[in-house]
């Protein structure tokens, strides 16, 4: 069902010096950082040849990964994203194996601006799971 890693995301409490060492130490290209206020996150990107990384740092109160930063101040991989076809009927196979979909259970339009869904870390070996329709 699923297919291809669409990105890891990484948390970190400080993007500009994050962006920094992926531009200066790992010599990647990296995106100007983008508020997504209706996530509660500023991202930015770096498109690798057969991925992305999105380092994730916190905006405004109640951010979701507020609560990752408390335990593990200096960062850490927050979630990955597996592109599937059809994210509704992802949606219901994984619920009738009785895997538990976060939130409403309804897609919301992600950083990309296509359908998403996040899935309970603790159905998937302890890692938050994020599918996007492609
Ligand atoms: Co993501």
Redesign the pocket.
Known sequence: MIGRL??V?IAVPDLEKASATYRDVLGATISAPQAEPDHGVTVVFIELPNTKI?L?EPLGENSPIQAFLDRSPSGGI??V?YEVDDILAARDRLKEQGARVLGSGEPKI??HGKP?LFLHPKDFNGTLV?L?QA
Do not use: K
């Open positions: 669409n990105h995301a999105e994730l927050h979630h994203c992600g950083a998403v994020e996007e």
